[in-house]
């Protein structure tokens, strides 16, 4: 059974940073492209980040670009997403996203609220 586990999310005020990690368990995590997406209220869950597991290459979204990095730790089985200079509109409900040819499995999601 694949699960992925997302922790990190809490209250930070503009400006600050966090950490998410997702950790992965039940397949195998160095065959997965690695992807952060987020929901903000009342909206569309949209893009943030991704890892690609062929080359280790990374895309953001334009409005975290500079701000967020995305990273794996393969021995760890977790992909992390470093999030600096927060601002309101980051807010949302960030979920983990697993990605191959054939399957892609979510998270359960992890609530970031960002106060001024």
């Known amino acids: 059974q694949v699960q992925l586990v997302e922790s990190g999310g809490g209250l930070v005020q503009t400006g600050g940073s966090l950490r998410l990690s997702c950790t992965a368990s039940?397949?195998?995590?160095?065959?997965?492209?690695m992807a952060w997406f987020r929901q903000p209220p009342g909206k569309d869950r949209e893009f943030v980040a991704s890892h690609i597991h062929k080359d280790g290459s990374t895309y953001y979204a334009d409005s975290v670009k500079g701000r967020f990095t995305i990273s794996r730790d393969i021995a760890k089985n977790t992909v992390y997403l470093q999030m600096n200079n927060l601002k309101l509109e980051d807010a949302a409900v960030y979920y983990c996203?697993?990605?191959?040819?054939?399957?892609?499995?979510w998270g359960q999601g992890t609530q970031v609220t960002v106060s001024s």
């Open positions: 996203n697993a990605r191959s040819t054939d399957d892609q499995y």
């Open positions: 039940g397949l195998t995590f160095n065959q997965y492209t």
